[in-house]
């Protein structure tokens, strides 16, 4: 604008008419893409109008309170029911899943998409999403595991370290010590994958195998004849953090509210509060 022009009473209309413009159409372009995405939850959910304003007023309700929008917790519930879940497990679950994206600083859809995939690998319902977000959020403070290694990890060592009969707390111990030790998540997921086929077909059990590694004078040859080379490197290095894993699921086994204190701590800030006046 013309300075001139400005300082006069036409042109501070002029300009007030022009920031008027923008704001809606900000808004406009908004609500857009809020809509567009609350379509893809309807068709995915196949949901009734009652059920679907459910959904509706848990988008809103969320993005007045945190730092997401609607429209991102709107995408929440659409990777949460792309992944088979229903109205109500999807609002079931929604806080606990935000506080995580918040502790960890991740995007809304991802972290929903990674926690409703280990709920299904463990064979976990939607009212243990406080503890699988707490399970994880206390392992990402306990060791140098995060929620992209652990996602990694899990796609193959998940489903079947369930089926071997371990637990969520101790599986996720078990990934966290290997990669304190310095593994990659994807050679984690995969030896794990294979150790635990292993002993299925050998008759050894998980405890008695290690402690023969452990307690072997030649360790590497103990644990290739016991599993062979793929898995070498992960069953010596655990053989030697067995004490570590037991304290990793002793924590984890009690981390209830993990996730919920570690948002409260990240978003206690200058900036936690501009993103939810921003939301």
């Known amino acids: 604008f013309n300075l001139a022009l400005l300082a006069s009473p036409v042109g501070l209309i002029t300009a007030a008419l022009a920031a008027l413009v923008a704001v809606g159409r900000q808004a406009f372009n908004f609500f857009k893409k809020y809509e567009v995405v609350m379509s893809k939850v309807k068709a995915v959910t196949q949901t009734t109008n009652e059920e679907f304003q459910k959904l509706r007023d848990s988008t809103i309700e969320y993005g007045e309170s945190t730092k997401f929008t609607a429209t991102e917790v709107g995408q929440l519930q659409l990777e949460l029911a792309k992944l088979g879940k229903t109205t109500e497990e999807i609002v079931e679950m929604t806080s606990a899943i935000l506080n995580l994206a918040v502790a960890t600083d991740s995007e809304l859809g991802d972290t929903a998409k ?157 900036q936690g509060d501009l993103d939810r006046l921003g939301s």
């Open 114 to 270: 990674i926690v409703a995939k280990t709920l299904n690998q463990f064979d976990l319902s939607a009212e243990d999403t406080t503890r699988v977000t707490d399970v994880m959020a206390q392992s990402f403070v306990s060791s140098a595991l995060d929620i992209n290694k652990f996602e990694e990890a899990m796609k193959k060592a998940g489903p079947i370290a369930r089926v071997a009969g371990k637990s969520f707390e101790e599986t996720t111990a078990i990934v966290a010590a290997l990669t304190d030790a310095g593994v990659d998540a994807s050679t984690i997921g995969t030896s794990l994958r294979d150790v635990f086929s292993d002993l299925a077909t050998s008759g050894d059990t998980w405890d008695g195998a290690l402690d023969k590694i452990k307690n072997s004078t030649n360790r590497l040859g103990t644990a290739n004849k016991i599993f062979g080379k793929t898995s070498l490197t992960v069953t010596t290095l655990l053989s030697e953090n067995i004490d570590k894993v037991d304290d990793l699921t002793e924590s984890l086994n009690n981390s209830e509210g993990a996730a919920q204190r570690m948002a409260d701590i990240v978003g206690n800030n200058l």
